[in-house]
Nanobody, 121 residues
Framework: QVQLVESGGGSVQAGGSLRLSCAASGYTYSSSCMGWFRQAPGKEREGVATIARDGVTSYADSVKGRSTISRDNAKMYLQMSSLKPEDTAMYYC?????????????????WGQGTQVTVSS
């Protein structure tokens, strides 16, 4: 029922910018909790940025000041700037109707297929 499709990933030089998009269907975006997560090789999936049901945003310390999460109806975006090689990962769009920690991947029930972000130095 719920489908999340990411786009916008790619390769970029360090210091560059990317804008990731997530298109949601079969999901009530306005009342949902959505977020961006990433997983690098050999590491656990971690929260990057989320938007709670009340619109409150949360950011991982590693991306604060460099990332902005936003939403527009059935789409969610992650604008990333000043990208670093450490940002290289598969980025996932996620959503949930439940509660839990905003940046905790275990709080989310629906996931997109991921979009790869590669930052070269």
């Amino acid at each position: 029922q719920v489908q999340l499709v990411e786009s916008g990933g790619g390769s970029v030089q360090a210091g560059g910018s990317l804008r990731l998009s997530c298109a949601a269907s079969g999901y009530t975006y306005s009342s949902s909790c959505m977020g961006w997560f990433r997983q690098a090789p050999g590491k656990e999936r971690e929260g990057v940025a989320t938007i709670a049901r009340d619109g409150v945003t949360s950011y991982a310390d590693s991306v604060k000041g460099r990332s902005t999460i936003s939403r527009d109806n059935a789409k969610m975006y992650l604008q990333m700037s000043s990208l670093k090689p450490e940002d290289t990962a598969m980025y996932y769009c996620a959503a949930t109707y439940g509660g839990g920690g905003a940046l905790d991947p275990r709080s989310y029930n629906y996931w997109g297929q991921g979009t790869q972000v590669t930052v070269s130095s």
